[in-house]
C-alpha cells in the first residue's frame, strides 16, 4: 500500500506532529508540504493522511489556502483517508479544529474513505466543524500543542495504532 502524508505548517508544529506520525507508522511514507507539491499528487496514492492546523477564528492555514480550490479537482475515489488537525481550544474555543472538518468534508465529497474518528473526550471547546454531528467525535486525531502538549505523544501513539489497525497495515 503506498503511503502519503501532507501538511501545511506555519509554525513547524504541524510539520512536528507528521514526523511523530511517521514515526510510529513504521512504514515507507512519501512527506509532502502543499507549499513545495500539488496536493494533486495524493491520487497517486493508496492511503493518505492529511495534516491542517485552524488559526485565529476558524481560518486555514496559509499554505493551505493556496492549494484549497485544488483539492476539489482531485479524485479520492477507492482512497483510505485520515487526518489530523491543530487547535487552541482555549484560545479559539468557538473554532476549534475547523480546518481539519472543512479539509475532510472536501475530501470526502469527492470519494474519500475516512479513518482515524478521534474521541472528543478530554477536550474543552465550545464547537468545532471537525466535531462529528453527535459531538461524540472528530473527523481526525485532535492535537492542542498550546494547552495540551503533554497528551501529544500518548495521543499519536493511540491514534497510529488505530489507523494502522483500520487501514490493514498491522
Known amino acids: 500500500m503506498s503511503i502519503?502524508?501532507?501538511?501545511?505548517?506555519?509554525?513547524?508544529?504541524?510539520?512536528?506532529?507528521?514526523?511523530?506520525?511517521?514515526?510510529?507508522?513504521?512504514?515507507?511514507?512519501d512527506?509532502?508540504?502543499?507549499?513545495?507539491?500539488?496536493?494533486?499528487?495524493?491520487?497517486a496514492y493508496d492511503f493518505i493522511i492529511f495534516g491542517i492546523p485552524t488559526w485565529d477564528y476558524g481560518e486555514i492555514q496559509e499554505a493551505w489556502q493556496e492549494v484549497w480550490d485544488d483539492v476539489d479537482d482531485v479524485d479520492f475515489a477507492d482512497k483510505t483517508v485520515a487526518f489530523y488537525g491543530l487547535g487552541d481550544q482555549f484560545g479559539y474555543p468557538e473554532w476549534f479544529l475547523d480546518?481539519?472538518?472543512?479539509?475532510?468534508?472536501?475530501?470526502?465529497a469527492q470519494g474519500g474513505k475516512a479513518i482515524g474518528y478521534w474521541s472528543t473526550e478530554?477536550?474543552?471547546?465550545?464547537a468545532s466543524k471537525a466535531a462529528t454531528a453527535d459531538g461524540k467525535q472528530f473527523v481526525g486525531l485532535a492535537i492542542d500543542e498550546d494547552w495540551q502538549r503533554d497528551q501529544t505523544d500518548e495521543r499519536v501513539e493511540r491514534w497510529v495504532q488505530q489507523i494502522k489497525s483500520e487501514a490493514n497495515l498491522a
Open 4 to 29: 502519503a502524508l501532507f501538511y501545511g505548517s506555519t509554525t513547524g508544529n504541524t510539520e512536528e506532529i507528521g514526523k511523530k506520525i511517521i514515526a510510529k507508522l513504521g512504514a515507507d511514507v
Open 122 to 126: 478530554g477536550y474543552e471547546y465550545e
Open 31 to 43: 512527506v509532502y508540504s502543499v507549499d513545495d507539491t500539488p496536493v494533486a499528487v495524493a491520487a
Open 99 to 108: 480546518a481539519m472538518g472543512m479539509l475532510h468534508d472536501k475530501v470526502i
